[in-house]
């Protein structure tokens, strides 16, 4: 059984940082693109960045490059997601998806809210 475990949310003031981690099991993690999303109240989910299999490519969305970085420990079976510089607009549930390299499988955690707030 396939489980995408994210840990590291929770409440933050402006222009602080956080660092989410999500651990993975049950799949062989060094043939899964990782990526994290996130989805504010009322709003579609987004993408906010995406790592290779190897970590050797990453890419961001526009509003989070230069603040987030994405990053992986494939010896771990996890990947990271640095926030800095947060602001109230970061807020949001963050996800974890998986999608194997070959295939159509994929696979999401469960999320972790992320509150920028004064």
């Known amino acids: 059984q396939v489980q995408l475990v994210e840990s590291g949310g929770g409440l933050v003031q402006p222009g602080g940082s956080l660092r989410l981690s999500c651990a993975a099991s049950?799949?062989?993690?060094?043939?899964?693109?990782m990526s994290w999303y996130r989805q504010a109240p009322g709003k579609e989910r987004e993408l906010v960045a995406t790592?290779?299999?190897?970590?050797?490519?990453?890419n961001y969305a526009d509003s989070m490059k230069g603040r987030f970085t994405i990053s992986r420990d494939n010896a771990k079976d996890t990947v990271y997601l640095q926030m800095n510089s947060l602001k109230p607009e970061d807020t949001a549930v963050y996800y974890c998806?998986?999608?194997?390299?070959?295939?159509?499988?994929?696979?999401w955690g469960q999320g972790t809210q992320i509150t920028v707030s004064s």
């Open positions: 790592i290779s299999s190897t970590g050797g490519s990453t």
């Open positions: 049950g799949l062989t993690f060094s043939m899964y693109v």
């Open positions: 998806h998986a999608r194997r390299v070959v295939g159509t499988w994929n696979y």
